[in-house]
């Protein structure tokens, strides 16, 4: 089982084997944007996952082109995070965290194309418990571990026991907790987690309205019922530059724009949808001169 897994992880399909954490509980996150030269698009790119916290990196067909999400442990931690790399990168990052405390959930299996492929990225893990924990572990040494976890399971054949001594803990200790966060939503599930892109899903179009703030919740509720959608959000608009308040994501291996168009019309919103056109989380290389000039602390994004 673990060769099998190093070789999915050397093909680029498996990302890692480990808890996918609800970020809202575990700490914070949020959806941030940057608009930057085309030209020097990947160059950005890379400075953006250079920056702790950050991942689903994506270049998207509108002004603001880089989409990323930024994680901390807490919401000081993400602010000094973000601004940080905003003094780094020269541009302004466009702030959205999600409102409301929980998504809008889809409650029906996804449609992936004509061919009927099911978008589900983690499948449930259960592990066998030791015995309890002897003592509950410091709030330091949680820290730790949710940092260990985040980065996926070591592929050895005692996982939990290398991440216990990693983290300075007991393997049941470990695994209490782990238990713990599962129980009360902070792990959102546990297994693997794949790379879409490379297992076919290359599209995604994130779908975004501008709906009066009386009415969100319902258009939200009625979006996350409908097949395409995999995600529903609210997020704060940021006039003059972000006059949306919803958001859904749509997957699919292609681009299929009546996926989209078949949402349910509302005469009191209107619509943008943007096309993710490269995942750009990978490393690659950084030009010279855009290097240069973010040392120098400002780049101009028009």
């Known amino acids: 089982m673990i060769s099998r897994l190093e070789r999915l992880q050397e ?22 944007a940057v608009a930057v030269p085309e030209a020097e698009r990947d160059a950005f790119a890379e400075l953006i996952n250079a920056a702790p916290g950050v991942n689903h990196n994506y270049a998207r067909e509108h002004d603001f082109n880089l989409w990323f999400v930024m994680t901390a442990p807490d919401e ?76 996926g399971l070591p592929l050895v054949p005692r996982p939990w026991r290398t991440l216990a001594e990693q983290a300075g ?15 009360d939503g902070m792990i959102k599930r546990l297994g693997l987690v794949v790379k879409h892109r490379r297992l076919g899903i290359q599209a995604n179009a994130m779908v975004v309205w501008n709906v009066p703030d009386e009415r969100v919740a319902e258009v939200g509720r009625r979006l996350a019922h409908e097949t395409a959608v995999t995600l529903c959000y609210r997020r704060p608009r940021r006039l003059p530059d972000w006059p949306y308040n919803l958001f ?6 292609r681009r299929e724009p009546g996926r ?22 990978a490393p690659m290389p950084i030009a010279s001169a855009v290097a240069a000039t973010c040392a120098r602390g400002r780049h101009d994004p028009r």
């Open 248 to 253: 859904c994501m749509i997957h699919g291996a």
């Open 169 to 183: 803990m007991a393997e049941d200790q470990v695994m209490a907790c782990v238990r713990r966060w599962q129980a």
């Open 76 to 151: 000081p931690e993400l602010e000094a995070r973000l601004d940080a790399l905003e003094a780094r990168l020269g541009v302004p990052i466009l702030r959205l965290p999600m409102l409301g405390g929980l998504p809008y959930r889809p409650v029906v299996p996804h449609s992936l194309g004509r061919a009927g492929a099911r978008m589900k990225t983690t499948d449930n893990l259960e592990f066998a418990a030791t015995g309890a924990a002897r003592h509950a572990p410091s709030a330091e040494a949680e820290r730790r571990l949710r940092g260990l976890l985040e980065q």
């Open 11 to 32: 093909m680029g399909v498996l990302s890692r084997v480990g808890p996918v954490f609800d970020h809202a509980r575990a700490g914070a996150s949020l959806l941030a």
């Open 260 to 281: 989209w168009r078949s949402l349910p019309p509302s005469s009191s919103a209107w619509a943008w949808v943007t096309w993710s056109t490269a995942c750009c989380s």
